[in-house]
């Protein structure tokens, strides 16, 4: 009986030496993805850049598929076409101020949708999005914090042709233009604080961004990643942009 149980013993301890080796590298990752998750919390930017740089598949849906930066340059490098407004209301996103932080952001709304993260110069940047409903249709909400604080909020329709673009712009007018009359896909408003709106209607889908411009560090990191006619900067734009490119694909 005891060389029975030995031989058990042994067979097991094989057994358990032979999973270990084959899947090691998972054990790694999930203790390593557990103690992180307990730091940092399951919607940090530490965790998800771990889902990132090990290459494995986020927990979290995708807010957005192209590059974050590209829905912050539409206010450094304006779009072609664009008619400019500027407003005496002060622009504002959404019932989040801005500048809020992470933090006291996550204690007002609920767990997020979607999540997608990227690395600027001299700064993180996260978004999180949810799934809501516009006078029946179903619209995407996104806020961007850079740096841990909102800046940028944004209002995505994918069906543009489903869609009322005049209705959309006529609120928009109503709030912050004194109802004139909007024509056009592409709009800017600033308002006396130098904060900005752009509407964009590419055919397929209408996107609404608003940026605040209240904060200095956040002007200075955005201004020197789109600062034109200096090649050093451009080269950190583009190098921004490549690495988004191959990593923003949670």
Not at 80 to 87: G, K, L, P, T, Y
């Amino acid at each position: 009986m005891a060389i029975v149980n030995l031989i058990i013993a042994l067979v097991s301890f094989f057994l358990l030496a032979i999973l270990l080796l084959l899947f090691r590298k998972k054990l790694v990752y999930f203790f390593q993805i557990w103690y992180i998750i307990l730091v940092y919390g399951r919607y940090s930017f530490e965790c998800l850049e771990y889902y990132k740089k090990n290459n494995l598949r986020s927990p979290h849906n995708t807010c957005i598929k192209d590059e974050i930066i590209i829905h912050f340059m539409v206010f450094y490098k304006k779009i072609r076409n664009a008619i400019d407004f500027q407003s005496t209301t002060k622009i504002i996103f959404s019932d989040i101020p801005f500048m809020s932080t992470w933090k006291s952001f996550k204690k007002l709304r609920a767990a997020p949708d979607c999540m997608n993260i990227a690395r600027f110069t001299d700064a993180k940047v996260k978004v999180v999005g949810y799934n809501e409903l516009w006078e029946g249709t179903r619209i995407k909400t996104l806020y961007y914090f850079l740096n841990d604080h909102f800046v940028l909020g944004e209002y995505h329709v994918s069906e543009s042709l489903k869609v009322n673009s005049k209705r959309m712009l006529q609120n928009i007018s109503s709030k912050y233009l004194q109802g004139m009359e909007l024509k056009g896909d592409v709009i800017y408003i600033t308002d006396p604080e130098g904060n900005q709106l752009n509407f964009e209607n590419n055919g397929f889908s209408i996107v609404i961004r608003y940026l605040y411009q209240g904060d200095a560090l956040t002007n200075q990191i955005l201004n020197r990643l789109f600062t034109q006619g200096d090649a050093k900067e451009g080269e950190t734009y583009k190098k921004v942009l490549q690495e988004e490119g191959h990593l923003n694909r949670l």
